[in-house]
């Protein structure tokens, strides 16, 4: 496919990208009484929790961004496999909106040249070098497979990188394809993928609850296979701590929000 008509195909449904601003946007939660809002975003991960989380989610009615790959799960599946789809149907009724976390979720690595990026697996070795063709390509995938499963679901014209690692060159080519990198705030980071020998549950509870802000954009999986204490555990009492101080729950607007 031409670069045009990629572009056009995967732009089809998503809002123009606009200059984000950090912080609440108007007609948020903040305005209805809250305290501050918090943006929870979701990367997809081990998803051993996933279930858990989402019923927290659902019971408490909080809102979140879903960043999807197709990577493996504890099933012996992909994320983005049909077996997944009554999940994701069931999160899109729920109000969840969705946006790609690329497709393989390898790593950015460098920029080789003028729109060409390094693009390497996890493990490391091989990799390839992708073009602004294979960038959009390597970006667009999941929305499509969401598009197929939910053809209900909201999904922004954003995205994450693996790892929120970024080059230059990554940013202004997925830029190209109509897409606005989304990152995380400072405090948002909640140490799911951390090692729970020397972050357990209990700390990342008390650290979280006590350095969130209004307008943070937060971070988290739907599992993490390394971790030998699962964050998943105190996901409720996380949020039930937050709602306590005030705080509402939003996804992110169309153009994001400023880190």
Same mark, same amino acid.
């Given at each position: 496919?031409?670069?045009?008509?990629?572009?056009?195909?995967?732009?089809? +449904?998503?809002?123009?990208?606009?200059?984000?601003?950090?912080?609440? *946007? #108007?007609?948020?939660?903040?305005?209805?009484? !809250?305290?501050?809002?918090?943006?929870?975003?979701?990367?997809?991960?081990?998803?051993?929790?996933?279930? $858990?989380?989402?019923? *927290?989610?659902?019971?408490?009615? *909080?809102?979140?961004?879903?960043?999807?790959?197709?990577?493996?799960?504890?099933?012996?599946?992909?994320?983005?496999?049909?077996?997944?789809?009554?999940?994701?149907?069931?999160?899109?009724?729920?109000?969840?909106?969705?946006?790609?976390?690329?497709?393989?979720?390898?790593?950015?690595?460098?920029?080789?040249?003028?729109?060409?990026?390094?693009?390497? #697996?996890?493990?490391?070795?091989? +990799?390839?070098?992708?073009?602004?063709?294979?960038? !959009?390509?390597?970006?667009?995938?999941?929305?499509?497979?969401?598009?197929?499963?939910?053809?209900?679901?909201?999904?922004?014209?954003?995205?994450?990188?693996?790892?929120?690692?970024?080059?230059?060159?990554?940013?202004?080519?997925?830029?190209? !394809?109509?897409?606005?990198?989304?990152?995380?705030?400072?405090?948002?980071?909640?140490?799911?993928?951390?090692?729970?020998?020397?972050?357990?549950?209990?700390?990342? =509870?008390?650290?979280? =609850?006590?350095?969130?802000?209004?307008?943070?954009?937060?971070?988290?999986?739907?599992?993490?296979?390394?971790?030998?204490? #699962?964050?998943? $555990?105190?996901?409720?009492? $996380?949020?039930?701590?937050?709602?306590?101080?005030?705080? !509402?729950?939003? #996804?992110?607007?169309?153009?994001?929000?400023?880190?």
């Amino acid at each position: 496919m031409q670069r045009r008509g990629l572009l056009a195909a995967g732009l089809g +449904g998503l809002a123009a990208p606009a200059l984000a601003q950090r912080g609440p *946007v #108007p007609g948020s939660t903040l305005q209805r009484g !809250c305290a501050g809002t918090l943006y929870l975003t979701i990367d997809t991960g081990w998803s051993r929790e996933a279930e $858990l989380i989402a019923e *927290v989610m659902r019971r408490h009615g *909080v809102r979140a961004t879903l960043f999807v790959a197709n990577e493996p799960t504890h099933r012996g599946d992909r994320q983005l496999e049909e077996s997944w789809a009554s999940f994701w149907r069931a999160r899109a009724a729920e109000g969840h909106v969705f946006a790609t976390h690329t497709w393989r979720h390898w790593y950015f690595r460098g920029d080789r040249g003028p729109g060409q990026v390094s693009y390497i #697996p996890r493990t490391g070795g091989g +990799g390839e070098v992708l073009d602004q063709q294979a960038l !959009c390509a390597e970006l667009y995938r999941p929305i499509e497979a969401i598009r197929r499963m939910v053809p209900q679901a909201t999904i922004l014209p954003i995205w994450r990188a693996p790892g929120g690692i970024t080059t230059p060159g990554t940013i202004r080519m997925a830029e190209a !394809c109509g897409l606005r990198h989304q990152g995380w705030t400072r405090n948002g980071f909640l140490g799911d993928e951390l090692p729970a020998d020397t972050h357990p549950n209990a700390a990342l =509870l008390e650290r979280n =609850l006590r350095n969130l802000r209004d307008g943070d954009v937060l971070v988290m999986h739907w599992g993490v296979r390394s971790r030998r204490e #699962p964050f998943g $555990l105190v996901f409720e009492a $996380l949020i039930t701590g937050l709602l306590q101080r005030g705080f !509402c729950f939003a #996804p992110l607007p169309p153009e994001g929000i400023r880190t």
